[in-house]
């Protein structure tokens, strides 16, 4: 079980895509658990204010760093987790999410995030609260609802039992090193375009060698940057090489 802990002035954002598919069958088979606290709920004033003028001046509004804090207290002393507990701050600053932070993240049981929203968060909650900084990719959301969920989307999928074997996320691009092969299901003959004959031929060792020459093709045309960190056999390591060649001859 892996409970998630998110802090958030808009708690609504979170119902649809938490209410359908993977995730929400993951909540109720108790794997997962999606807690959203409400930021404004640790305000003291009458308008339950969560940002104010930044210092210095200049354009926007900055998260008031006392509701965040109190947040994020509350959370760690009602569910008993430790001061050390992962608090990731969404941020387009942060380091850039991938597949192998969402397996390192998967190994959790408890991650705090918060969502920022306006200019950002005052700088004493980066520095004395967050233990993380994750950003989804280099542009600008308006508020780091979409992001968080993007990471919990990610993370969800990949804890044991979440994903049935039959969707199983073990030749998923990037999980394997490689972009996944390409895909085909009935009819073999869609309005006179064919499926390849060894997907239909039954002949398993065909098969997965073809899958595996696909994955390879496909990640050497469009992340050729990802063979260079990829674990490579001999066999991988000549069929490239024939496509290169291909390339060459075809340039
Ligand atoms: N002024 C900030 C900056 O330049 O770094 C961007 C603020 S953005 C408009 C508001 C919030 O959206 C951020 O505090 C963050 O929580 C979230 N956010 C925006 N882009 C993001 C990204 N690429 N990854 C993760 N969170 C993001």
């Known amino acids: 079980m892996m409970r998630f802990h998110v802090l958030t002035i808009f708690p609504g954002m979170f119902d ?7 995730i929400a069958r993951a909540q109720k088979q108790g794997l997962v658990e999606v807690n959203l606290h409400n930021i404004r709920d640790f305000t003291h004033d009458r308008h339950n204010t969560v940002d104010d003028y ?29 001061e050390n507990v992962p608090t990731v701050l969404m941020t387009p600053q942060g380091r850039q999410f991938n597949q192998r932070i969402a397996e390192d ?66 030749n998923d691009s990037h999980t394997t090193g490689l972009l996944q092969h390409p895909l085909y299901t009935r009819p073999s003959v869609f309005r006179g375009m064919e499926a390849p004959d ?30 260079e960190s990829t674990e490579l056999s001999p066999d991988d390591r000549r069929f490239l090489d024939e496509l290169r060649d291909e390339r060459e001859r075809d340039d």
């Open 105 to 170: 993240l998967s190994d959790l049981s408890d991650m705090v995030i918060i969502c920022g929203r306006y200019e950002g968060v005052d700088e004493r909650v980066r520095q004395n609260l967050v233990t993380d900084e994750i950003s989804i990719g280099d542009y600008v959301l308006g508020g780091g609802e979409l992001a968080a969920m993007v990471v919990i989307d990610a993370v969800a999928r990949l804890i044991p039992g979440v994903v049935g074997s039959a969707e199983s996320p073990a």
């Open 54 to 82: 930044p210092f210095g001046g200049g354009p926007g509004m900055v998260m008031k760093p006392d509701p965040l804090f109190e947040g994020v207290e509350h959370v760690r002393e009602s569910e008993s987790l430790d």
């Open 198 to 227: 060894v997907l239909l031929s039954g002949h398993h060792a065909e098969i997965t060698k073809w899958q595996r020459w696909e994955a390879l093709r496909r990640t050497l045309e469009r992340r050729p940057d990802m063979l």
């Open 16 to 22: 649809s895509p938490l209410s359908l598919s993977i």
